[in-house]
Protein backbone atom coordinates (compact mmCIF):
# COMPACT_ATOMS: atom_id res chain seq x y z
CA UNK A 1 0.00 0.00 0.00
CA UNK A 2 1.51 3.78 -0.97
CA UNK A 3 0.48 6.42 1.53
CA UNK A 4 -0.32 9.86 0.19
CA UNK A 5 -1.04 11.49 3.14
CA UNK A 6 -0.85 15.69 2.20
CA UNK A 7 -2.12 17.65 5.13
CA UNK A 8 -3.41 20.10 3.11
CA UNK A 9 -1.33 22.82 4.53
CA UNK A 10 -1.34 25.65 2.35
CA UNK A 11 -2.61 26.00 -1.35
CA UNK A 12 -0.05 24.50 -3.27
CA UNK A 13 -0.62 21.23 -1.06
CA UNK A 14 -4.06 21.46 -1.37
CA UNK A 15 -4.07 21.94 -5.77
CA UNK A 16 -0.57 20.06 -6.61
CA UNK A 17 -0.52 16.23 -6.51
CA UNK A 18 2.58 14.47 -4.82
CA UNK A 19 5.22 12.77 -6.82
CA UNK A 20 4.75 9.65 -4.88
CA UNK A 21 1.08 9.23 -5.71
CA UNK A 22 2.47 9.25 -8.99
CA UNK A 23 5.25 6.62 -8.21
CA UNK A 24 2.62 4.40 -6.27
CA UNK A 25 0.08 4.29 -8.48
CA UNK A 26 3.25 3.30 -11.93
CA UNK A 27 3.63 0.48 -9.44
CA UNK A 28 0.56 -0.62 -8.94
CA UNK A 29 0.23 0.25 -4.94
CA UNK A 30 -3.24 0.70 -3.74
CA UNK A 31 -2.74 4.32 -2.71
CA UNK A 32 -4.50 5.35 0.49
CA UNK A 33 -4.79 9.20 -0.43
CA UNK A 34 -5.70 12.11 1.66
CA UNK A 35 -8.70 14.20 0.37
CA UNK A 36 -7.07 17.31 -0.92
CA UNK A 37 -8.75 18.64 -4.20
CA UNK A 38 -5.95 17.40 -6.43
CA UNK A 39 -5.34 13.84 -4.91
CA UNK A 40 -9.42 13.33 -4.79
CA UNK A 41 -9.28 14.69 -8.53
CA UNK A 42 -6.43 11.91 -9.40
CA UNK A 43 -8.44 8.91 -7.34
CA UNK A 44 -11.63 10.08 -9.14
CA UNK A 45 -9.52 9.48 -12.75
CA UNK A 46 -7.99 6.39 -11.82
CA UNK A 47 -10.75 4.15 -10.57
CA UNK A 48 -9.34 0.84 -8.65
CA UNK A 49 -5.45 2.72 -7.90
CA UNK A 50 -6.88 3.06 -4.54
CA UNK A 51 -9.08 5.66 -1.95
CA UNK A 52 -9.39 8.92 -0.40
CA UNK A 53 -9.58 9.28 3.17
CA UNK A 54 -9.97 12.64 5.67
CA UNK A 55 -6.87 14.49 6.59
CA UNK A 56 -7.61 13.62 10.19
CA UNK A 57 -7.38 10.45 12.66
CA UNK A 58 -10.96 9.31 12.13
CA UNK A 59 -10.83 9.80 8.39
CA UNK A 60 -7.70 7.70 8.18
CA UNK A 61 -8.48 4.90 10.81
CA UNK A 62 -11.74 4.65 8.48
CA UNK A 63 -9.60 4.69 5.48
CA UNK A 64 -7.30 1.85 6.70
CA UNK A 65 -9.75 -0.32 8.53
CA UNK A 66 -11.53 0.07 4.64
CA UNK A 67 -8.28 -1.03 2.92
CA UNK A 68 -8.31 -4.03 5.68
CA UNK A 69 -11.40 -5.25 5.03
CA UNK A 70 -10.97 -5.35 1.39
CA UNK A 71 -7.52 -6.74 1.35
CA UNK A 72 -8.30 -9.71 -0.96
CA UNK A 73 -9.54 -7.53 -3.79
CA UNK A 74 -7.11 -4.88 -4.11
CA UNK A 75 -4.18 -8.45 -4.07
CA UNK A 76 -6.26 -9.48 -6.89
CA UNK A 77 -6.12 -6.29 -8.76
CA UNK A 78 -2.49 -5.57 -7.99
CA UNK A 79 -1.60 -7.02 -11.71
CA UNK A 80 -4.02 -4.84 -13.30
CA UNK A 81 -3.46 -1.60 -11.33
CA UNK A 82 0.13 -2.11 -12.65
CA UNK A 83 -0.78 -2.41 -16.16
CA UNK A 84 -2.77 0.88 -15.59
CA UNK A 85 0.09 2.44 -14.15
CA UNK A 86 2.44 2.00 -16.98
CA UNK A 87 0.10 4.88 -18.43
CA UNK A 88 1.47 7.39 -15.92
CA UNK A 89 4.92 7.33 -17.75
CA UNK A 90 6.60 10.08 -18.31
CA UNK A 91 6.66 9.12 -22.07
CA UNK A 92 3.04 9.27 -22.01
CA UNK A 93 2.27 12.00 -20.04
CA UNK A 94 4.78 13.92 -21.61
CA UNK A 95 2.67 14.21 -24.62
CA UNK A 96 -0.09 15.81 -22.83
CA UNK A 97 1.85 19.09 -22.00
CA UNK A 98 3.66 18.78 -25.31
CA UNK A 99 -0.31 19.16 -26.76
CA UNK A 100 -1.22 21.78 -24.05
CA UNK A 101 1.62 23.62 -25.07
CA UNK A 102 0.53 23.37 -28.42
CA UNK A 103 -3.17 24.81 -28.15
CA UNK A 104 -1.40 28.01 -26.23
CA UNK A 105 0.89 29.13 -28.32
CA UNK A 106 -1.62 28.93 -31.30
Known amino acids: MGLALEPGKDLNNELAISNKIIAYAQAGLYILATD ?3 QQQFMHEHPGFGTVCGQDNEGM ?3 VTAIIEATDEINTDKLTRFEKGKDLAWEKESGKLVEM ?5 V
Open 36 to 38: TPA
Open 61 to 63: VKG
Open 101 to 105: WRQVL
